[in-house]
């Protein structure tokens, strides 16, 4: 099997078609059509569905797709390997949940800039399930996440501990208020999408508090998420840092919870590999510093 297909292969799996696949692929729509063909053809089987909302994945292509992962990930880690010269500099592609990115990262990056200036560093943000896969298929180098991620591909650091709390109308002082100030079903659950840890959790608890069927909105923002709760349309879970520091936190109730809800970390995660390119290696161990001074 051909590198290149099998890259165009997890490309159209990761983006669900054709056309979204040649445009992260910067090639044109044939190109892909005939690799998936060639690849199909070489196996015996079909490795996609198609349909009028795309192409979805076959037994076999689920299958296949994790080796194909683990072969493009390796050819670009080959390839890093024997540009790198021991400097940290290049690129190197950080993924981040937005929550982290707006109130732990910048005075981590920016510490991180001044001392590898060399080192072209770009930021994604996305949900824990997107930037594991990401980091997985080898489109970031690395990612900060909530635990706990669970493969045995991945590794990581504890970068940060958060306390997640429950955040309401300003009307509501306590959980107990909370429920006698709405329907039988719950409040509404702000959340970000599928993907989500704090979502999860989120979920968890509202289970936990009986209401398992709350309606639930999916806002794409976070400054959004607390503009709604400030303006009384639901409820969302986020770090206690994030929400002490928005201009609007005069504005809503922050709600403790018990440690098996609010206790969360957040971890740096990357994959194994024979290999560090040299720039994300200066990154972990930048963050391993901040890290321990923390501690002591």
Known sequence: M???????????????????????????????????????AEIGTALFERHSRGMTLTGAGR?????AQRMAALSREALLAARDDGDAKGPLAIGSMETTAAVRLPAVLASFHRRFPAVSLTLRTATTAELATAVLEGSLDGAFVTSPIDHAELTGITAFREELVLITAQRFDSLASLRAGTAESGPTALVFRVGCTYRHRLENLFATLGWPSAARCELGTLDGMIGCVAAGMGVALLPRTVVERSELASEISILALEPQFARVETLFIHRRSLHHPSALAAFISSLESEESEIAA
């Open 63 to 67: 299958r296949l797709l994790p080796y």
């Open 2 to 40: 051909e590198l290149s297909d099998l890259v165009t292969f997890a490309a159209v799996a990761r983006t669900g078609g054709i056309t979204r696949a040649a445009e992260a692929l910067n090639t044109v729509q044939s190109n892909v059509t005939q690799r998936i063909k060639a690849l199909e």
